[in-house]
């Protein structure tokens, strides 16, 4: 069993900055590509960005790129997303997964509870 645990979420105003963090622990981290989502009220869960166990593929939703960015620190069995110029439109909890089916994979194993971010205008 792999489990998973977001921090870093708050309240921040539009343009600004936050740092969110998954640490994984359980079953060995290895091999996992890992992504995040996010989930508004009223809307569906929507896919972030996901990262390779490497960190040598990474891919971002459109509405996200330039903006975030993703990374993992194997040693720490941690992943971080790095959010600035945030938008209210980005307001949801935040989830990271985990997923042995590659970067590309729609199919996620493990999910976190969840942490809020909240960008006000």
């Known amino acids: 069993q792999v489990h998973l645990v977001e921090s870093g979420g708050g309240l921040v105003q539009a343009g600004g900055s936050l740092r969110l963090s998954c640490a994984v622990s359980g079953r060995t981290f290895s091999g996992y590509a890992m992504g995040w989502f996010r989930q508004a009220p009223g809307k569906e869960r929507e896919f972030v960005v996901a990262i390779s166990w490497s960190g040598g593929s990474i891919y971002y939703a459109d509405s996200v790129k330039g903006r975030f960015t993703i990374s993992r620190d194997n040693a720490k069995n941690t992943v971080y997303l790095q959010m600035n110029s945030l938008k209210p439109e980005d307001t949801a909890v935040y989830y990271c997964?985990?997923?042995?089916?590659?970067?590309?994979?729609?199919?996620?194993?493990?999910w976190g509870q969840g942490t809020q971010v909240t960008v006000s205008s």
């Open positions: 997964a985990a997923t042995a089916y590659g970067v590309w994979s729609t199919e996620y194993d493990y």
